[in-house]
T-cell receptor, first 117, second 118 residues
Framework: AQKITQTQPGMFVQEKEAVTLDCTYD???????LFWYKQPSSGEMIFLIY????DQQNATEGRYSLNFQKARKSANLVISASQLGDSAMYFC??????????????WGLGTSLAVNP | GAVVSQHPSWVICKSGTSVKIECRSL??????MFWYRQFPKQSLMLMAT?????????EQGVEKDKFLINHASLTLSTLTVTSAHPEDSSFYIC??????????????FGPGTRLTVL
């Protein structure tokens, strides 16, 4: 079974509107972390936002927020006021267990976001 | 902060030659670095976990003699693709974490290396 599922292969959004990218995860470990990364066409992976399993509040970073619903095992990324530069691939990833130097990330297949002018 | 560089950004080589890719953490020390491979329009595939001062841990199916990893210092890890063949052509990207301060171990990525083997 997929541990990280991103059900939207592609998404379109109008400039200045908000968009939600879906991510569901599967783990039996009570301690885990969830990450979102952006990969523009240049290829670099840009860290956007992090949510720990014990964090009480949803993470926010500027125009990015994470809608963390623990019972539903979902960690959707919300981008507000979309900009043309937001067009990219977006990956959701999970670290199982507590934070540590050797912890691998489990990756979703990604969602391609296109922002229309 | 948390900048990772990678060199070269692209390389074209002949079949049978070896190619070395460097990954450096510029403003932090990283006891662990990760090497990934990415095919077009696909997700990241972890190849190996590189540990400073010890042998790398390879993922299942990754040939350790083919992809040599050396983590020589707390700021440098290298991936050498030995006797490269066209099927090794891919996008290789490394990541490193500054540690677990603040309860997170966020991985920061280098810009990637696009390898083409003729």
């Amino acid at each position: 079974a997929q541990k990280i599922t991103q059900t939207q292969p592609g998404m379109f959004v109008q400039e200045k509107e908000a968009v939600t990218l879906d991510c569901t995860y599967d783990t039996s470990d009570p301690s885990y972390g969830l990450f979102w990364y952006k990969q523009p066409s240049s290829g670099e992976m840009i860290f956007l936002i992090y949510q720990g399993s014990y964090d009480q509040q949803n993470a926010t970073e500027g125009r990015y927020s994470l809608n963390f619903q623990k019972a539903r095992k979902s960690a959707n990324l919300v981008i507000s006021a979309s900009q043309l530069g937001d067009s990219a691939m977006y990956f959701c990833a999970m670290r199982e267990g507590q934070a540590g130097n050797n912890r691998k990330l489990i990756w979703g297949l990604g969602t391609s976001l296109a922002v229309n002018p | 902060g948390a900048v990772v560089s990678q060199h070269p950004s692209w390389v074209i080589c002949k079949s049978g030659t070896s190619v070395k890719i460097e990954c450096r953490s510029l403003d932090f020390q990283a006891t662990t670095m990760f090497w990934y491979r990415q095919f077009p329009k696909q997700s990241l595939m972890l190849m190996a976990t590189s540990n400073e001062g010890s042998k790398a841990t390879y993922e299942q199916g990754v040939e350790k003699d083919k992809f040599l990893i050396n983590h020589a210092s707390l700021t440098l890890s290298t991936l050498t693709v030995t006797s490269a063949h066209p099927e090794d052509s891919s996008f290789y990207i490394c990541s490193a974490s500054p540690g677990t301060s603040g309860g997170t171990d966020t991985q920061y990525f280098g810009p990637g290396t696009r390898l083409t083997v003729l």
